[in-house]
């Protein structure tokens, strides 16, 4: 089974930073991978998907990037409403689709 | 409108059954997947299962296999989990969520039900 280790576990920031997440993937994914995005009590709101492809309505200075075994999210400047916590998900595999053990951005 | 709406939660004891349902609508159900993803209380979102936008495939993750069975029935535009032999260790919000694209069974997640707690406990 592919395995997906996203680092840091935690990130303290502040408005305005510049963020960047990793996930790594156990074996080649090539671009198969989404990122996440979940507020305390709500479900994830899917941000990027193929690595790199912006979701409808997602504001711009969330971008993916990466293939293969590494990817980041960057956050440009941080802003209040992203202090959430941030999952990777590997969908190449044919029979699961693992999420990262998730990035929790806080202040 | 994209919704899912899940329904089926509740507490039961251990070696118990439940079965969850996920009522879609606002796009054209049979020619999505549907997956299932869990979270247990304080942690992180487990992938669970998927099915096909026919029912023709469907996947499971290794800690479920042989005890949930998951199926749809496109003329009600309603996935099913059947969760049998269940343990402590599947308490959890299990959430019903539709694929990005319909060309693959797992895949992207766009849109997401608020979830229905399962609670195993004696």
């Known amino acids: 089974d592919i395995q997906m280790t996203q680092s840091p576990s935690t990130l303290s920031a502040s408005v305005g930073d510049r963020v960047t997440i990793t996930c790594r993937a156990s074996?080649?994914?090539?671009?198969?991978l989404a990122w996440y995005q979940q507020k305390p009590g709500q479900a994830p709101k899917l941000l990027i998907y193929?690595?790199?492809s912006l979701e409808n309505g997602v504001p711009s200075r969330f971008s993916g990037s990466g293939s293969g075994t590494e990817f980041t999210l960057t956050i440009s400047s941080l802003q209040p409403d992203d202090f959430a916590t941030y999952y990777c998900q590997q969908y190449n595999s044919y029979g699961s689709g693992t999420f990262g053990q998730g990035t929790k951005v806080e202040i | 409108e994209v919704q899912l709406l899940e329904s089926g939660g509740g507490l039961v004891q251990p070696g118990g059954s439940l079965r969850l349902s996920c009522v879609a609508s606002g796009f054209t159900f049979n020619n999505y997947a549907i997956n299932w993803v869990r979270q247990a209380p304080g942690k992180g979102l487990e992938w669970v299962s998927a099915i096909g936008g026919s029912g023709s495939g469907s996947y499971y993750t290794d800690s479920v296999k042989g005890r949930f069975t998951i199926s749809r029935d496109n003329s009600k535009n309603t996935v099913f989990l059947q969760m049998n032999s269940l343990r402590a260790e599947d308490t959890a919000v299990y959430y019903c969520?539709?694929?990005?694209?319909?060309?693959?069974?797992?895949?992207?997640?766009?849109?997401w039900g608020q979830g229905t707690l399962v609670t195993v406990s004696s």
């Open positions: 193929e690595a790199s």
């Open positions: 969520v539709k694929v990005y694209s319909g060309s693959y069974i797992i895949n992207a997640l766009d849109y």
């Open positions: 074996q080649s994914i090539r671009n198969w």
